[in-house]
């Protein structure tokens, strides 16, 4: 069992930054892949970011590639997104979510999820 809790969001101007961090509890933090989703109201649930297990590999949705950076610390059992150069279009509640085995943009595949943070960012 993992839970996980996010924290980070908020509200930012355009062109600003945000970091999201997503705290898991467990011992066993290092072996799940960790995935970042959002949700805009009334929008499906989409992928926006995947990092394997070591934190070796990584994946983005195209609309976040070279703003947004995931990555990890199996240390601290964390995960985090680095947003940069935000858009009003990224507004949305944010959550994470882990998997055993390989990491997925497929929010089906995913076992555990947080309960999200909501990032406004005004124009």
């Known amino acids: 069992q993992v839970q996980l809790v996010e924290s980070g969001g908020g509200l930012v101007q355009a062109g600003g930054s945000l970091r999201l961090s997503c705290a898991a509890s467990?011992?066993?933090?290092?072996?799940?892949?960790m995935g970042w989703f959002r949700q805009a109201p009334g929008k499906e649930r989409e992928f926006v970011a995947a990092?394997?297990?070591?934190?070796?590999?990584?994946v983005y949705a195209d609309s976040v590639k070279g703003r947004f950076t995931i990555s990890r610390d199996n240390a601290k059992n964390t995960a985090y997104l680095q947003m940069n150069s935000l858009k009003p279009e990224d507004t949305a509640v944010y959550y994470c979510?882990?998997?055993?085995?390989?990491?997925?943009?497929?929010?089906?595949?995913?076992?555990?999820w947080g309960q999200g943070t909501q990032v406004t960012v005004s124009s």
């Open positions: 979510a882990a998997k055993k085995l390989a990491y997925s943009v497929y929010p089906g595949s995913y076992d555990y």
């Open positions: 990092i394997s297990w070591s934190g070796g590999s990584t």
């Open positions: 467990g011992r066993t933090f290092s072996s799940y892949a």
